[in-house]
């Protein structure tokens, strides 16, 4: 028996769907390099790619787009359900609490029934962004806003959730992050939908887990972190004590650091890349991106004097500065991420399902044995 806490360098399955070549600072999506994808493709082309395992030509990419926009709409007791949550709810909670009646209401569909996985993947998608946009609306005492079927699957997120169409450079610019977010191979959340699938599981279970899972910041939650941690900051002259003192109490600088890369984060770079181009072509100062080159200098500084030249910035670094800097509130950066992160996770599970065994790793026990039972007097 192997034991490496956190399966660390563990081999759980194999799969054609992405890699991270950790070493080099590169991901692939089924054997094309993310910058390739992230500044020439679509959602919606990168979608269909992940899933169905071949790039669409433009009479399948066009009907998948139609069938995205026609899954867009709530249905009335989602709309219910959605309408009596606490408006405090944080918005991972409230995906959780509202996939429940998705998947009361998923149709089951046999295991190997590819198609019908695909058509339930495309569902969620697009359910997906309209509860994350309408969740929002909620809590910022916004009504909630009718969809519409014009616009790209990204675009239309942004119409719903900023009640207006975005700006085609931003639009193209968010479509590429959440280009970037939608795999990673067996990353936690991704490895929770499939041990939840691996059981025959509902789909709409396992994402629902993911989503459990994405939430917490070492994992999906880091983005809003890190912005809280660039709002205790204050300004940037501030940001270079504030980290020496995080880093003398042997306290995780978030945004910081993965499991695989020992080298940047390939998504961190092209967010990075579009911060420089929005802070370029803007007249005002961005404080919060301003706060966060400092951190990160200051981070690189100090942790090739520790030798932990292997700590780079992760996707979470730049992601949320990117979302602030085009309105978006902190505490929507991590549901942007299931935006995304939904079709990675659908396209692991139905990859997986094509032969499937349920997991069930072995424990080493370390407790001990053949206690005699004694009532407590
Ligand atoms: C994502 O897996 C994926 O692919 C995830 C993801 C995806 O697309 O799905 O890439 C998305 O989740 C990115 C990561 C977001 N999380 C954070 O930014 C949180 C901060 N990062 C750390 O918590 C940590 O780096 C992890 C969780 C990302 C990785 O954890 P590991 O691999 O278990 O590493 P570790 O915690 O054992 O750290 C190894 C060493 C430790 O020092 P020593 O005890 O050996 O002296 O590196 C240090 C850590 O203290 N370290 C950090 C650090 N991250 C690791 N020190 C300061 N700041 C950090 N951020």
Known sequence: MTFSKGLAG???????????????????YRGISIDELANQSSFEEVSYFLLKGKLPNPSELSSW?????????????VEKALLSLPTDMHPMVALQALLAVLIHKEKPAQLKDKEAHIETSAFLISQLATLIA????RRRGLPLLPVKDSLSHTSHFLYLLQGKDPDTKIAHFFDVAMILHMDHDFNASTFAARVI??????LTSAISGAIGALSGPLHGGANERVLDMADAIKSPDKASAWILETLQKKGKVMGFGHRVYRTLDPRAKILKEILDTLAKDSKTQDVTFDILKKVHDTMIEELSKKEKDYIWPNVDFWSGSFYRNIGIEKI????????????GWSSHVIEMWEDNRIYRPAAEYVGPDHVPYAKVK
Do not use: C, M, N, W
């Not at 799969?15 to 070549?21: C, E, F, M, R």
């Not at 699938?197 to 509902?202: D, K, N, R, V």
């Open 65 to 77: 787009t139609d069938k995205l926009k026609k899954y867009r709409k709530l249905d009335s007791d």
């Open 10 to 28: 563990v081999v759980a399955d194999t799969t054609q769907i992405s890699q991270v070549q950790g070493e080099d600072g590169r991901l692939i």
């Open 197 to 202: 699938a691996s059981t025959e599981a509902h």
């Open 134 to 137: 309408q969740v929002s609306r």
């Open 332 to 343: 929507d950066f991590t549901p942007l991420f299931a935006l995304a992160r939904v079709v």
